[in-house]
Structure formats: C-alpha cells, structure tokens
C-alpha cells in the first residue's frame, strides 16, 4: 500500500536470519512490492493431534511474523520492530497444510505502526485466522519482546 | 470418544510429563506443564536458541509467547469443565511489556474466569519468575463445543494412556 523507500531487500535473507522463522519454516514469496509468508507444513506444528489442526499459536506466530517482514521492507529499517499488542482473532482450524499469509500496513507513524494481516490455506476467500497489531519501530528500551 | 474422560487438576499433573509428549507443537518446543488448578493452568517453556527472534539480542519471538499463553489458556478452560468439552480459540489478545531475558524460561499462567453456555473467558500472564511483572499479559475468549472431536489436552491424556496400558 505504501510505496518502497528503500531498493527490496532480499526477504528470504532476512528471514533465513530469524531462528523462530527458520523453525517454523517460513519463507517469504516475493513478487515486486507484493510479499506472501508461506509456512510450510510440518508434523510439529499441530497443537491438536486429533482433528489434526495447527497449534493456534503457531498461526498467531507466524501472523505476528509476517507483520513484522512486512515492516521490515516497507521501513527499509535493520531493526526489527517489536510488538506491543497483537489481537488474533481465529476463524477457521488449520488444517495440516501449507499456510499463507499477507500483511498490510494500516498507519505507520513515525514510533508505533498498525498491521493488519490474514492467513490462510488452500482458499484466500476463507481466511483461518487475522491478525491486528501495533509494533513499536524505533529501537527502544521500552516495550515489547 | 472419551466422554468418561474428565480432565481435573489432578489428571493434569499426574500425566504432566506424557501429556505434551503428545501434542506435537508442545513436544517440540519442550513445554512442560508445571502445575494446575480448577480453571487454572500453568506452563513453562525453556529457553532456547530456536526461539530466538532477534539474533542480535537473543531475545526469543514473541510468537513463542502467544503460543504459550494460547495453550495455557486452552488448558485453563479445560481445567474449568464439568465434562470433557471441544474448543475452540475465538480470539486472543496479547500485550508485550517486555522483552524476556535472554537464557530464562518463560512461565505462562492463565485463569478461566468466566464460562457460559457457549464461551468461555480467559486472562493469563506470561513471566520469568515474578507473576507481578510480566513481560506478557493475554486476554482471550473460546468457543464452547465447537466441534465433534475431543479436546487436544483430553485426546492427548487418552492417547497416553492407550500407550501406558499397552507396554
């Protein structure tokens, strides 16, 4: 939505670099300005063996991640920014599948951005979880993790 | 399924140890359970390089947190059912106050306060040592009966037995 500042960087190696990202195996698919996070299935994302569905707090992860990659190219900034709220709100179970997701930025002012992303699987119409968070872009020794 | 079943703080405990052995995002991040209570729940995850979110400072993902206090919470309104009941997480929200330390486990506590017909509500913390200074606090709402299959933490203390009564 907004425009590039900086030149794209290279996503994927910013991500490579994130060791929770590499964990739950994120990669980013970047076409121009437009990014799309896929997490990738794997057996120790369940949290529900029995549906099986994806833990929800890997989908809300992997929301707050997106966001934050989302920030990172848009700001052009090294540092990541940290979160200070995030709200999920879970529509549908994830199911033990591929996941994807885009984020957009909704107000980046010149401390706190607003991020909106929403995940999905094999249908971008049914979207299984979405996400709205503030995340606080200066390096500072206040809030967030 | 396991309609007998009824997860209490006691069953909680005493399978403490098998119980995330089968749940397979937990097992992985090594989550233990550490104590419960009626609507209560209390877990731990050790610190560990994989959860890491900046390497330049080795403070772990805020994700990891989210998913402790998700599951916490989850546990908590199990722990707060008269009968086994399937849920389902609504809606979660997470305020960061902090980073954690890098190198400490994280305790998560969360409290099932509320439970009517069809939600249940839930307040957790997430902290190193100290519940009054949180480096995380949470508020969530579940969908009650949400689906036909059993809980999680009840399928995964059934399929611990199963596996007990088969050695």
Redesign the interface.
Same mark, same amino acid.
């Given at each position: 939505m907004s425009e590039t500042k900086v030149p794209p960087r290279d996503l994927n190696r910013f991500v490579a670099?994130?060791?929770?990202?590499?964990?739950?195996g994120i990669t980013v698919d970047q076409k121009g300005n437009e990014i799309t996070t896929v997490m990738a299935f794997d057996?120790?994302?369940?949290?529900?063996?029995?549906?099986p569905?994806l833990?929800?707090?890997?989908i809300?992860?992997?929301l707050?991640?997106t966001a934050i990659i989302q920030l990172a190219f848009e700001t052009g900034s090294a540092a990541?920014p940290?979160?200070?709220?995030?709200?999920?709100?879970?529509l549908r179970?994830g199911r033990p599948l591929d996941t994807y997701a885009r984020a957009q930025i909704t107000k980046q002012g010149r401390r706190v951005a607003t991020v909106h992303a929403e995940a999905w699987q094999d249908d971008r119409s049914k979207p299984i979880a979405a996400a709205h968070g503030h995340f606080l872009l200066k390096t500072s020794e206040e809030?967030?993790? | 399924m396991a309609a007998e079943f009824r997860m209490t703080p006691e069953t909680m405990l005493a399978m403490k140890d098998m119980l995330m052995q089968?749940?397979?995002? +937990?097992?992985?991040l090594g989550v233990e359970i550490v104590d419960a209570a009626t609507a209560q729940a209390w877990l731990r995850v050790p610190y560990d390089?994989?959860?890491?979110?900046?390497?330049e400072t080795g403070?772990?993902?805020?994700?990891?947190?989210?998913?402790?206090?998700?599951?916490s919470c989850?546990m908590a309104v199990q722990l707060a059912m008269n009968e086994p009941t399937s849920i389902?997480?609504?809606?979660?929200?997470?305020?960061? +106050?902090?980073?954690?330390t890098p190198g400490l486990a994280l305790t998560a506590h969360a409290h099932c306060y509320k439970t009517t017909r069809n939600i249940a509500f839930v307040r957790g913390t997430a902290y190193h040592t100290d519940a009054e200074d949180p480096?995380?606090a949470c508020v969530g709402t579940f969908m009650l009966g949400a689906?036909r299959?059993?809980?999680?933490s009840v399928?995964?203390a059934k399929?611990a037995l199963e596996a007990t009564a088969k050695e």
């Open positions: 670099e994130i060791p929770y990202a590499r964990f739950l057996h120790k994302l369940i949290g529900n063996p029995m549906l569905a833990h929800g707090g890997v809300g992860a992997f707050e991640m990541i940290k979160p200070i709220g995030l709200t999920i709100d879970y179970s809030p967030a993790s | 089968h749940v397979p995002h +937990m097992k992985a390089e994989k959860l890491i979110g900046n390497i403070v772990i993902h805020g994700g990891v947190i989210t998913t402790l206090l998700d599951n989850g389902a997480t609504l809606d979660l929200r997470i305020d960061y +106050m902090k980073p954690a480096i995380a689906n299959t059993v809980p999680s399928a995964a399929a």
